[in-house]
């Protein structure tokens, strides 16, 4: 697959500082293992080569279907998962290596926010106690300043400091994503990767987090590896988007050339799927046949070629690289 | 004292539970007492005041000449002779039942067992000692062996099931089937055959008993750690970097401590039927010991005396109720809806 193996996307200006998340080519299979022995018999190519940064205090968005490796990159660039190959550069430092020991304070640079706001908080820990943690791992403060910070933390993500010794399930959903916004501030990291962090909640409370996640970037300068499917909330949050097939980015633009422009296939299908607000609006439908095909077994050449209504014959032969068409907006297709 | 507020709503839904509060107050009321026994049956008075001077016969062994006597063996102050002595020069205080669980009661009307009667509230068994007093001894034996097996068990057997639930894979895999083979093999007959090896007494029983006992909370910790490992809030906690232990600890654990806990007055009922049981076919405690599952055999023996059948019987039976019952309120105060709703 090394084919696919493409050049960074450049959007800061590399020369002052490096990216906060840098990932490189990034790998990650799953063996599939069969029988009493466990023989490996295959691999889930669940990420095949990924490559994207993300700046001080931008935010890249990432979409894609469900299965094609979206919740993985974000896992697999946390160190959650051993990614299988490439690099994961944390503010210009490779930490694709490190042991866990090495690992322990570049955590602080980087944390996660999950979609489940029910399984992500630990149900037997008071809500302060969950957001002090961190603190309390990382030696930061003395017991009265961890108890000052967490006030300060509930403040700011607009919980009541009251409400500190309830339990996660007194809370709404909203609630507890802020809860779970506020743990992974706790820190000051430079980059969360938010996986699929308002998909659980409802329509009225996403807009409420989502424009909390704005506030809280404005004011702390950090960065969002923002992962989801939902495309209007992406193009509210984003300043740049990649969309994802099949464990491939196939684009990825800045927000507005993606959404007015888009030059994959898949691309414009997925915009074309999106409801648009506008009863009056008619448009020509884009609609894809077939599944996603199985990350097992990915097809050759593109890996769209199987729904795309364009392929042609070198589409089954030969993996398209993203190629630069301009302004950064890359795309991985042999007809564009 | 000062008690977090979870603690506080814990203890408020643990009493909620009338009948499990009020089984586990008996059960503890009766606990405490046994624990004294010394002081509710006994052959020995507490206190002897004799010629101005104090005796605490309980805690003291005194000859029998301290008290006028001729021998210097131990006093007997059942004997009427003695106790004759000491009524001239003093008083003495006994206890509510005037018998150790060994003495044997020479001065009975009938041949032994003899029915309840005032001077034998339960009657007395088929070697003439008296079976309050061994109820009693009895009962402190079984709950004591019960809680040391069932502390020293869920701690092997908790730590076995985090460790096999959270690493999984191969050392699980492994785990699994040895205690598969382990709990295959007969246990009785095992038991069995090392009794005739070793002379059981109450640490040897607890062992042998251990040996296969702590696999029954294996299965509970492990499935609830194996669902909670997985769970995101323990990936944020490894996001955090949160070491393997301190998950373990602070993470898996306590979420796993419900089912543990709920499970543990059922374990302790359990290692008392099984004390019970090898004390009942004569394995179990060395001979002479109190115990409730001797004075099932000795009721069995003796069907023309069925007041020690049915003491054996109402004994275990309100024992292994209480506990449950108790172990029912437990449950609901560790059960976060019903604490905190």
Same mark, same amino acid.
């Given at each position: 697959m090394a084919e696919a193996k493409t050049t960074a996307p450049a959007q800061t200006n590399p020369a002052a500082e490096p990216p906060v998340l840098e990932v490189t080519d990034l790998k990650k299979h799953f063996p599939v293992q069969s029988g009493v022995l466990r023989r490996t018999i295959g691999h889930v190519y669940a990420v095949d080569g990924v490559t994207f940064s993300v700046g001080r205090g931008e935010t890249l968005g990432l979409v894609g279907e469900s299965g094609c490796g979206k919740s993985t990159v974000g896992r697999t660039a946390m160190r959650l998962l051993e990614p299988t190959a490439?690099?994961?550069? =944390?503010?210009?430092?490779? /930490?694709?290596?490190?042991?866990? +020991? +090495?690992?322990?304070?570049y955590r602080r640079q980087m944390q996660i926010i999950f979609q489940d706001p029910f399984s992500s908080l630990n149900p037997r820990m008071t809500a302060g106690e969950i957001v002090k943690e961190p603190l309390y791992i990382h030696n930061i403060g003395d017991n009265a300043s961890r108890q000052e910070m967490t006030k300060a933390l509930f403040d700011r993500v607009g919980l009541r400091q009251a409400q500190m010794n309830n339990y996660p399930h007194q809370f709404s959903g909203g609630q507890r994503q802020r809860i779970g916004i506020?743990?992974? =501030?706790?820190?000051?990291?430079?980059?969360?990767?938010?996986? +699929?962090?308002?998909?659980?909640?409802? /329509?009225?409370?996403?807009?409420? /987090?989502?424009?909390?996640?704005?506030? =809280?970037q404005e004011e702390m300068e950090v960065a969002y590896l923002f992962i989801a499917h939902d495309l209007a909330v992406v193009e509210h949050i984003s300043d740049y988007v990649a969309v994802m097939y099949l464990g491939r980015i196939v684009e990825y633009a800045d927000k507005k050339t993606l959404f007015r422009n888009p030059l994959h296939p898949y691309t414009e299908a997925l915009l074309s799927a999106a409801p648009i607000p506008d009863p009056t609006i008619r448009r020509e439908k884009k609609i894809l046949q077939g599944d996603v095909p199985s990350p097992v077994n990915p097809p050759k050449g593109c890996h769209f070629n199987t729904r795309c209504p364009y392929a042609e014959e070198r589409c089954f032969v030969e993996a398209p690289i993203l190629k630069d068409k301009g302004d950064g907006h890359t795309v991985a297709c042999h007809l564009r | 004292m000062t008690l977090s507020p979870i603690n506080r709503r814990r203890i408020a839904t643990?009493?909620?539970?009338?009948?499990?509060?009020?089984?586990?107050?008996?059960?503890a009321v009766l606990f405490m007492a046994s624990l004294f026994a010394e002081f509710i049956a006994n052959d020995k008075p507490f206190i002897v005041m004799y010629d101005g001077a104090i005796h605490m016969p309980v805690f003291k062994a005194y000859p029998?000449?301290?008290?006028?006597?001729?021998?210097?063996?131990?006093?007997?102050?059942?004997? !009427?002779?003695?106790a004759g002595?000491?009524?001239?020069?003093?008083?003495?205080?006994?206890p509510l039942i005037r018998y150790h669980h060994a003495t044997v009661a020479w001065d009975l009307p009938a041949p032994a067992p003899t029915g309840p009667g005032a001077s034998h509230v339960l009657g007395t068994d088929d070697q003439a000692r008296d079976v309050a007093a061994r109820l009693i001894y009895g009962f402190r034996i079984s709950v004591l062996f019960g809680f040391t097996l069932v502390i020293f068990s869920s701690i092997v057997g908790v730590s076995a099931g985090l460790v096999q639930g959270f690493y999984g894979g191969w050392l699980d895999l492994i785990f699994q089937r040895f205690i598969e083979?382990?709990?295959?093999?007969?246990?009785?007959?095992?038991?069995?055959?090392?009794?005739?090896?070793?002379?059981?007494?109450?640490?040897?029983?607890?062992?042998?008993?251990?040996?296969?006992?702590?696999?029954?909370?294996v299965g509970v910790v492990r499935a609830e750690t194996l669902r909670a490992r997985n769970l995101d809030f323990v990936r944020a906690a490894r996001a955090l970097g949160v070491s393997n232990s301190k998950i373990m600890f602070r993470h898996v654990l306590p979420n796993a401590m419900v089912a543990t806990i709920t499970f543990l !007055?059922?374990?302790?009922?359990?290692?008392?039927?099984?004390?019970?049981?090898?004390?009942?076919?004569?394995?179990?405690? !060395?001979p002479g010991? !109190?115990?409730?599952g001797e004075m099932l055999q000795q009721g069995k023996n003796n069907l023309q005396a069925p007041w020690l059948g049915l003491t054996g019987f109402f004994a275990i039976a309100s024992l292994l109720t209480l506990l449950v019952f108790a172990g029912e309120a437990v449950r609901d105060a560790f059960d976060p809806r019903k604490t905190l709703a």
């Open positions: 490439g690099s994961i550069k =944390l503010s210009g430092v490779d /930490v694709t290596h490190l042991s866990k +020991e +090495e690992l322990r304070p506020a743990r992974a =501030l706790a820190l000051n990291p430079h980059l969360i990767v938010g996986d +699929e962090p308002v998909s659980a909640l409802d /329509v009225s409370i996403q807009a409420q /987090v989502i424009n909390l996640m704005m506030d =809280l | 643990f009493r909620a539970n009338k009948r499990g509060y009020w089984a586990a107050l008996v059960f029998e000449t301290a008290f006028g006597g001729e021998f210097l063996t131990e006093a007997d102050y059942r004997d !009427p002779v003695v002595k000491i009524h001239e020069e003093g008083w003495m205080l006994w083979i382990w709990g295959g093999l007969p246990q009785l007959y095992i038991l069995i055959i090392l009794a005739s090896v070793v002379e059981p007494n109450f640490w040897w029983l607890l062992g042998l008993l251990m040996l296969f006992s702590w696999t029954g909370l !007055p059922f374990i302790l009922a359990g290692s008392v039927t099984t004390l019970t049981a090898l004390d009942f076919i004569g394995f179990g405690l !060395p010991s !109190p115990s409730l």
